[in-house]
């Protein structure tokens, strides 16, 4: 017992160092690896035929938990690198951002 309060201090100063680290800034080769990884994502997407984009493109939707019945049109944002917009049947419309590790954020528009 009389190692108890000598154990609880050295735990939390333990505890304390684990969290003070901060990730590396990334370097020029990391950025340029990454707008690599980018524009290789997008040649690919961009070489699917139309049927497997939206095919692809309506996985994203769903697993978005996004209602679609089917993408009837998808187009590549004219400024952005693998970033397309996907209409669905209903007439709603989608942003889909491919991140470089393959990963699709689905932001929906509204409607005006």
């Known amino acids: 017992m009389r190692l108890l309060p000598l154990i609880v201090p050295a735990l939390a100063l333990g505890l304390a160092a684990c969290g003070g680290s901060k990730a590396p800034e990334p370097t020029a080769a990391d950025n340029a ?3 690599q ?13 139309e049927g497997q984009r939206n095919g692809v493109f309506i996985r994203a939707i769903r697993d978005a938990g996004v209602s679609c019945q089917g993408v009837t049109a998808s187009e590549r944002a ?15 419309r989608h942003i889909i951002a491919f991140t470089p590790d393959g990963m699709a954020k689905v932001t929906s528009m509204t409607r005006q």
Do not use: H, I, Y
């Open 78 to 92: 004219a400024d952005a690198k693998a970033t397309w917009t996907a209409t669905c049947s209903d007439g709603s």
């Open 37 to 49: 990884a980018t524009q290789e994502l997008d040649a690919k997407v961009a070489a699917l035929s």
């Open 33 to 35: 690896a990454t707008a």
